[in-house]
């Protein structure tokens, strides 16, 4: 059984491609789970509709119901920047002395250098709710606070 921090962690990252898809944002300003909680910060130039965030959460699980595989994929740094760019990187750097990354990568939603442990398909998150959103204007920065089940599947 996955434990419910991995699964929370893997929605982070089924967001963010939801976030990428409907608001445009690409850069991560910020990531925290805990539990069956988490919140992704990412930059964004305006606040987004309430009709917009409603499509975000639909996007989301949408790509969570449709079970997509979850790759772990370990590989050099420079490989890593052939392959997918600065899509790879969030606002936060990596250090150059690290050489060989860790990539999470949800084909055609989202990649990420990622060292934490996730799913192996979206379908085992559950399903995804933004419980609460912040704007801030003046650091351009969106927060959304989400929540997944406890339990997925009777588990």
Known sequence: ????????????????????????????????VRENRGRLTVQLERKPSPEELAKVEEEANRKIEENAPVEELEMSRAEAEDRWGDAIYDLFPLPASITTLKILHIPGWNVNACKAAHTGTTGEIGSLRIVKTRYRPSKKLLELSFEIPQNVGGA
Not at 19 to 26: C, D, M, N
């Open 1 to 32: 059984m996955t434990s419910v921090e991995v699964r929370a962690h893997t929605a982070l990252h089924v967001l963010k491609g939801a976030v990428s898809k409907v608001l445009g944002a690409k850069w991560t300003a910020g990531v925290w």
